[in-house]
């Protein structure tokens, strides 16, 4: 079977570079240590290899279909996986103890899930799906709805999912209309449609459990009046049987990507006998509903990462294996042709890919990590924890996603035309990561909330804590002669910055917010390199001290040397374009607000 | 139906940026004129309209398929769109009158095949092919080869093709193995196999005639010893009948894109009966194919191109018609949302989209009209006509088909969900396009021949001729305050590609090129900044122009200030990266040619 990631690097992520063990002197994680840790993950692997990875063409090439009756076909071994994977935790291991849990930390169980993602990206959203929906349930709903609905999401049997899309609304959540007049206590009759629903209703489980956004009758326009409902497919009934309640599936749409992933049309109410429950109080839906979508979105940043890596092993195994061609000054033909690996513009791409994978894969475990400790601290600790994860949310979500099809991109090229074909799996990956930039927040809608919201709550604070974080790292790799450079460049993109938000703060402060906001998507951009930049020195000061050791092995040598060689690389090709962004954004001309649409014709 | 281009903006590059009048003074072109040329161009879009847009999506749907058997089934309306194409003079209406053509300039036959790149990009490979192989023996075979099988190609009875890669060369042509021996007179017996051979043997033409790069036994090793043969599926017998001449078609490519395409696996000679005819001399072959190759080049660039601009179309009219969101500083919920195109980040999209999409088509045209005037021209103006083209070619290619996907990426994007489905054409455009940085050599090879070859050829004429007529656009933009800053920032890009010449063209003399070449592929980035943005000073310098005049109905005037707008963002958000990749050439480390491939790990 090919590599679909790489277990040295998680490993040097989990317990060098962002060490785990810093979470097992909380009593939250007391119960486990590294080599359980490792264990887990390892046997999440052999999950990922046996059942998932085997059927990753099979799934695209033999899609979900919709039947024209309510009802959508699912890959045939789907059941089953899904069944597995639950069996091992993966779905609900990081709840606790007392909710059913096994109270594992994020970095193991989202490192599980990157597992799952590289091998198989369809099947992974099934899984984290009902985890989010369940841990939605159990943190704003009541005792009764957790009993009724969490554990047979856990065991895999009913699926979780969340319904905020609709067609008239799209990312503009202010205008769902899907309706809710109360019946009694907490019970709601449920009237609207909510499309790409993913995970909606599919025959591998029994039931489906869709936390949903809707309006009550008579709430307040916009998003103050929104409420949060539990609405499965088939409602408990008083005498513990489920009966019907009103929930069809109308459509499965047709993607380029991701085909084995149920992408559906979902229709509430259309009997009038569609029943939804309140979680927690009503005009607060959308606020529990952002605890699902941070984690969603950390889970899709880290998902266009893993497929991003599982594009680059496919791609560095071609190249090590394919003969073509000569090096520029071998003028003989006789000569054999050298695997192309040996070429410069090969080392280039597979560079590339290697920094922007392996450089989000780290982003995310930084993020997994900020999130334990977040709940596992104490009350003064967390809010710094909350600050720093708030602020690389937007950049872990929206970095993997679009420098991740580049990735791809890059990997079909280094295949030639093979890569173009469906005899190697890089086209698919290019083909599935396409949608990561549109899940959970389209990547101009992290812009603004990084802009927009991030940078400027509570005066700037939690960019000050990661500007605090960074610069330590900058401070440490100081030591390292090899680092100097790259340390020296962090830092002025820091500085850089933190002038740019020097001259766009006032508009802000103006209440200018057209202005303000036009380009946040530069400035995330530009932001994202100076997060992933840290990232890669993190992991080369962290390589360079290793590196101080003797007695390592030729190829552990290697692998360290590879992260400096790799951050050298991000600093030399990628960081540059850091302050592009910056040219744009210093250029006062406002182009992208113009009244006159026939500019664009 | 769907736009899928603009014919305002052909009007515009065809008669007023790139006048096409300067031709038709020359006696080749001396029979055609403006209204003429216009008038078939619109004949060429209505064929576009009424028989390739239709199929689109139902050829992708419905993919290019092999029966095991030899035969490669397509879609069922492609005989009768390459018939009509080839009746219109869309396959031989290039060539000259004595040779059965409508001695049309490439200015037109070129645009009308945008037309059908833009429409269906499945269908023009179909007759682009025909085109380029009949040129072929067109300019170097015999007359009785020409007698014998380009009236039928040009008919659209018999489909023409290039066949040069195989399986164990891939873009190494060096490498090559099919074999060739002699027979008698200019008939030689061909054994080999060649893959990826786009329009290969299929059910809507009766006959194929491959040009095939084969070597004829005893050959000199290398490039130097391949020869060029037309070696027809069904060859002409003595009697004038057709007799089966060997040519097995042994499997069709399965593609993420361009699913209409025939891209076949050729089998010659596997029962020792295939005959191939020698073009020109003995291993001249690749020195003849490249006149195909060129071509090909700067039409798969425009192909690009036009796939951008279609995907660009359909996202322009969503983006004007989809109610969603309202503007940052509208916080009334009540207030009707307003449509898209009003927002700030999906004004960047369809600017990048627009700067990437009509940049690329005006340098495409440009390269066309240079074609034109290197044929029509006498002696004394052709050498520097062709090394103006020689030197545009490698970034009319690489440029529209890196930048395009990016392009249609954010087609996608301004689609949110929607542009990932099926019910949109968008994502068929993403996936369309990929195949774009591979055909007729990788975007890497591109970079090798430009840095490599028309840099350094005739001690850097071309690149000093290209130069002179950027710097032309310069003084003339400069009398336009509009465009000063612009002009500005376009001598400062010309400076810097010289000044990093300078410091690399000392490996070139010095024999080290591995060093000179490492990064030849940022430097053709760069340098296609450059271009693109001489093209769009071009653009606003004659919309500029157009401007001073008086009695212009609006839509003509937003029209030109639409160009000199999209100016200003392609210098503003675009050329920036320039810079940076300057950064990246200049810095000094070499990071890309180890040989401890364990680093990439």
């Known amino acids: 079977?090919?590599?679909?990631?790489?277990?040295?690097?998680?490993?040097?992520?989990?317990?060098?570079?962002?060490?785990?063990?810093?979470?097992?002197?909380?009593?939250?994680?007391?119960?486990?240590?590294?080599?359980?840790?490792?264990?887990?993950?390892?046997?999440?692997?052999?999950?990922?290899?046996?059942?998932?990875?085997?059927?990753?063409?099979?799934?695209?090439?033999?899609?979900?279909?919709?039947?024209?009756?309510?009802?959508?076909?699912?890959?045939?071994?789907?059941?089953?996986?899904?069944?597995?994977?639950?069996?091992?935790?993966?779905?609900?291991?990081?709840?606790?103890?007392?909710?059913?849990?096994?109270?594992?930390?994020?970095?193991?169980?989202?490192?599980?899930?990157?597992?799952?993602?590289?091998?198989?990206?369809?099947?992974?959203?099934?899984?984290?799906?009902?985890?989010?929906?369940?841990?939605?349930?159990?943190?704003?709903?009541?005792?009764?709805?957790?009993?009724?609905?969490?554990?047979?999401?856990?065991?895999?049997?009913?699926?979780?999912?969340?319904?905020?899309?609709?067609?008239?609304?799209?990312?503009?959540?202010?205008?769902?209309?899907?309706?809710?007049?109360?019946?009694?206590?907490?019970?709601?009759?449920?009237?609207?449609?909510?499309?790409?629903?993913?995970?909606?209703?599919?025959?591998?489980?029994?039931?489906f459990i869709h936390l949903t956004l809707a309006r009550i009758e008579g709430a307040p326009a916009g998003i103050k009046g929104i409420s949060l409902f539990i609405i499965p497919k088939f409602r408990p009934a008083a005498d513990g049987s489920l009966e019907y309640n009103d929930v069809y599936c109308a459509g499965d749409f047709q993607k380029m990507g991701q085909r084995g992933y149920a992408t559906t049309h979902l229709s509430f109410g259309d009997n009038n006998n569609c029943i939804g429950y309140l979680v927690g109080e009503p005009n607060k839906g959308l606020s529990y509903m952002f605890q699902m979508m941070n984690g969603a979105r950390i889970s899709v940043g880290l998902c266009a990462a893993s497929v991003a890596m599982a594009a680059f092993q496919c791609s560095l195994q071609y190249c090590k294996e394919r003969p073509q061609?000569?090096?520029?000054?071998?003028?003989?033909?006789?000569?054999?042709?050298?695997?192309?690996?040996?070429?410069?513009?090969?080392?280039?791409?597979?560079?590339?890919?290697?920094?922007?994978?392996?450089?989000?894969?780290?982003?995310?475990?930084?993020?997994?990590?900020?999130?334990?400790?977040?709940?596992?601290?104490?009350?003064?600790?967390?809010?710094?924890?909350?600050?720093?994860?708030?602020?690389?949310?937007?950049?872990?979500?929206?970095?993997?996603?679009?420098?991740?099809?580049?990735?791809?991109?890059?990997?079909?090229?280094?295949?030639?035309?093979?890569?173009?074909?469906?005899?190697?799996?890089?086209q698919q990956h290019y083909r599935d990561l396409k949608i990561m930039s549109l899940y959970e927040g389209t990547t101009g809608i992290q812009a603004i909330d990084l802009l927009g919201r991030k940078v400027l709550m509570e005066n700037g604070k939690a960019l000050q804590l990661l500007a605090d974080e960074i610069n330590k790292t900058i401070s440490a790799a100081n030591s390292y002669n090899e680092l100097k450079s790259e340390a020296e460049i962090l830092n002025n993109e820091l500085s850089r910055i933190a002038w740019i938000l020097k001259h766009y703060t006032p508009y802000a402060l103006e209440g200018n917010m057209e202005k303000y906001l036009a380009d946040a998507t530069v400035f995330l951009e530009m932001m994202s390199y100076t997060v992933i930049g840290w990232q890669w020195l993190k992991m080369a000061l962290k390589a360079s001290e290793k590196l101080k050791m003797t007695g390592m092995a030729p190829n552990q040598k290697s692998f360290y040397e590879g992260k400096i060689h790799t951050c050298q690389f991000f600093f030399k090709y990628e960081m540059p374009h850091a302050s592009a962004c910056a040219t744009t954004l210093l250029t006062d001309s406002t182009l992208t607000s113009v009244s006159n649409f026939e500019l664009f014709d």
Request: aromatic residues 8%; proline residues 5%; negative net charge.
């Open 1 to 207: 079977m090919a590599n679909y990631t790489n277990m040295e690097l998680l490993k040097f992520l989990l317990f060098e570079v962002h060490p785990m063990n810093s979470l097992f002197n909380y009593e939250r994680f007391a119960h486990l240590n590294e080599e359980q840790a490792w264990m887990m993950i390892e046997s999440a692997k052999l999950l990922a290899d046996q059942e998932m990875a085997p059927f990753f063409r099979e799934m695209d090439e033999t899609p979900v279909k919709y039947d024209g009756k309510g009802n959508v076909q699912t890959h045939p071994a789907l059941k089953k996986i899904i069944s597995a994977a639950a069996e091992q935790g993966w779905i609900g291991g990081s709840a606790l103890f007392e909710h059913g849990g096994m109270q594992l930390p994020e970095m193991i169980f989202g490192t599980a899930h990157h597992l799952f993602q590289a091998a198989n990206n369809s099947i992974q959203g099934y899984l984290g799906l009902s985890t989010g929906a369940a841990g939605l349930i159990t943190s704003f709903g009541s005792i009764d709805q957790l009993e009724k609905f969490v554990p047979k999401i856990y065991s895999g049997e009913w699926q979780g999912t969340m319904a905020l899309t609709e067609p008239q609304a799209g990312s503009s959540l202010t205008d769902i209309t899907t309706s809710a007049r109360l019946i009694n206590n907490n019970e709601y009759s449920i009237r609207g449609q909510k499309i790409f629903i993913s995970g909606g209703q599919h025959e591998a489980c029994s039931n």
């Open 325 to 426: 061609g000569r090096l520029p000054s071998e003028k003989d033909p006789t000569k054999p042709p050298v695997n192309i690996i040996q070429h410069a513009d090969i080392q280039r791409m597979l560079l590339t890919q290697k920094a922007i994978a392996e450089g989000s894969i780290a982003l995310g475990i930084e993020c997994n990590k900020l999130y334990d400790l977040s709940h596992a601290c104490n009350k003064e600790e967390r809010a710094n924890y909350l600050l720093l994860l708030e602020i690389l949310t937007p950049i872990i979500k929206a970095y993997p996603s679009e420098q991740g099809s580049r990735s791809a991109a890059l990997a079909i090229q280094t295949l030639g035309g093979y890569g173009f074909t469906t005899d190697f799996p890089v």
